[in-house]
């Protein structure tokens, strides 16, 4: 069994990842094993920034946004040199495996990490995309869309009271999960996603025939990698009479305290994470289906594409009017 293990938070922050930590630690500690917390991701092996974390070393952070350890992007990981640098690391303090919460280019630095050197490594899914398509939800993503949700209520209450037309921008540079799963759950007439290509002429009909059904304004959730929010809006305003705003949330949709959902996957990931090293199990991401914790090749996993749910898209063309 493993004796010495490392965790790295690495990409964008997601709500969630500090009850991931928590679940690492803890879980490790029950099994006898010592856990080494890497700061600012695979800089941090790079630069040899880590401390060894105990049971109070998580105290306290199951309800808090970001990430303990914090988080940073690393070119150098991309790099021969960068890479045996980090081994370095991990071999003068003993650590066995590594557990890696991040997103698509965080499972790539593990897999090299595993498949080049042989550094057993696990992978959990952190990223308020939900573009990855091993799994049906990654961490954080639950609580993104909820924050979503939120602002759109209040956004709802001043439009309705203007009768105009509200243009949100989410992110999403290349998946329009968080818009998609938002303008379902908002009542949004309109969502507007980097999969398919938008008409701005069916949209005007979409909105003039709302309005001739009794509708006083409009939502329309705009996913960051199909357009931003006040460009969508300039085109809308130049070909309808009404009055049209945008607004971006922003990097509001990465904090927060996350919700019940993420909480628990993050407890059930880490979880499973430390287990399978504890079995001298590595090249494994961890993921959700069918309300189910499973865990696949890893290499296998970052092939995947991720696929756009029409389905649902279609359910929302039906009810949002």
Do not use: W
Request: aromatic share 6%; with cysteine; hydrophobic share 40%.
């Amino acid at each position: 069994m493993m004796k010495k293990i490392g965790l790295l938070t690495s990409g964008g922050d997601a709500p969630g990842m500090n009850a991931a930590i928590r679940a690492v630690v803890r879980t490790a500690i029950y099994f006898g094993m010592e856990v080494y917390g890497i700061e600012r991701g695979y800089s941090g092996l790079i630069d040899d920034t880590m401390t060894r974390m105990e049971m109070r070393s998580v105290s306290d952070i199951v309800q808090r946004g970001g990430t303990r350890l914090r988080t940073a992007r690393c070119l150098e990981m991309l790099t021969e040199e960068g890479q045996k640098t980090a081994v370095s690391t991990l071999e003068r303090h003993g650590i066995e495996g590594l557990v890696v919460i991040g997103g698509d280019g965080s499972f790539r630095g593990a897999k090299c990490l595993t498949e080049n050197y042989g550094i057993p490594t696990i992978g959990i899914p952190g990223t308020i995309d939900n573009d990855l398509e091993y799994t049906d939800y990654t961490l954080g993503f639950d609580t993104a869309v909820n924050t979503c949700l939120d602002v759109i209520n209040k956004l709802r209450d001043t439009m309705n009271s203007h009768e105009r037309i509200s243009v949100v921008e989410v992110m999403g540079r290349h998946c329009g999960d968080i818009a998609l799963y938002t303008g379902i759950t908002s009542g949004a007439e309109i969502i507007v996603v980097p999969e398919i290509t938008y008409d701005m002429d069916s949209i005007v009909k979409r909105i003039d025939l709302s309005r001739q059904n009794g509708k006083h304004s409009n939502i329309i959730i705009v996913a960051e990698g199909a357009c931003s929010a006040d460009e969508f809006a300039k085109q809308l305003q130049a070909v309808t009479s009404y009055s049209v705003r945008s607004t971006n949330i922003g990097h509001i949709q990465r904090g927060g305290s996350p919700s019940m959902a993420d909480r628990m996957l993050a407890a059930q990931f880490g979880n499973k994470a430390v287990r399978l090293l504890k079995d001298g199990i590595g090249n494994r991401v961890v993921g959700i289906r069918k309300n189910e914790i499973i865990d696949m090749d890893i290499i296998e996993a970052v092939s995947m594409k991720k696929r756009f749910n029409y389905e649902l898209y279609e359910t929302l063309q039906m009810i949002s009017m």
